[in-house]
């Protein structure tokens, strides 16, 4: 299982989402501070879920997502390709 990282973009150290909070079955609202203490930096992120990859072998007749373009699915190949490329080295 991997968990998503989060960099600070003023002192490259990692980011801890001190609370976070749903807003949508689709969106969800996060609040990250920088771990380094004399940074400090802290911000508010979305994550949100915008079109659906493959579909659910459990489908929720509530949930309708787009799908997505053969461009959209390859760039997202190409990411995951690239990922596993990086944590094996």
Excluded at 23 to 31: D, E, G, K, N, T
Aim: glycine share 4%; net charge positive.
């Amino acid at each position: 299982m991997s968990t998503y990282k989060m960099v600070c973009p003023h002192c490259s150290s990692r980011m801890r989402i001190r609370t976070s909070e749903g807003r949508h079955i689709f969106l969800r609202v996060a609040y990250l501070q920088c771990t380094t203490e004399a940074c400090g930096w802290s911000v508010r992120a979305e994550f949100e879920m915008t079109h659906e990859l493959s579909p659910s072998g459990m489908p929720n007749p509530d949930v309708h997502l787009p799908g997505v373009n053969q461009e959209l699915r390859q760039a997202a190949l190409t990411t995951e390709k690239i990922t596993a490329e990086s944590a094996r080295a």
